[in-house]
């Protein structure tokens, strides 16, 4: 192997590694709190920008579905990050490392990632077609509103 396969195969396990440290500083000092908190931070923000596209009683049920089910997928995926810190301080602690079991972890995570992200594009499909073209206006401005006041 050259040496800069070899540097890609050990970034895997040290990336997994600082983000598993920082995985359970989050945990251990209060993550779950913080999570809770920030699941509450974006459901009220949510519900600030639903309230200014003017929507119905029964669209927000709606939206509220989609967005548990967000969510869900989300405390899906806090639930197996300790196994896979654990499985890249394997690989790490080893004496040699396997490049077919740090290539499975990255797939592994690939996949994970793709997983997320169709959920995120169906949820936006989805709230798209429960609201009318003025209400999806007024959820975009706000968000833009929102997202230049955060970029400062």
Excluded: N
Aim: hydrophobic residues 45%.
């Amino acid at each position: 192997m050259t040496r800069r396969t070899w540097l890609g195969v050990l970034a895997v396990p040290l990336v997994g590694l600082v983000a598993g440290a920082g995985a359970l500083a989050w945990a251990h000092g209060g993550g779950g709190m913080r999570h809770s908190m920030m699941k509450r931070f974006v459901a009220s923000m949510l519900d600030d920008a639903l309230d200014r596209a003017q929507v119905t009683p029964e669209q927000r049920t709606q939206v509220h579905a989609v967005r548990d089910r967000v969510f869900a997928g989300v405390e899906e995926h806090h639930k197996t990050r300790g196994a896979r810190l654990e499985e890249a301080l394997a690989l790490f602690e080893a004496d040699r490392v396997d490049p077919a079991r740090v290539e499975a972890l990255r797939r592994a995570r690939e996949e994970h990632h793709a997983k997320m992200a169709g959920a995120i594009e169906q949820a936006i499909v989805e709230v798209h077609d429960i609201l009318t073209a003025p209400q999806r206006k007024a959820l975009a401005d706000y968000v833009r509103e929102h997202h230049r006041s955060h970029a400062r």
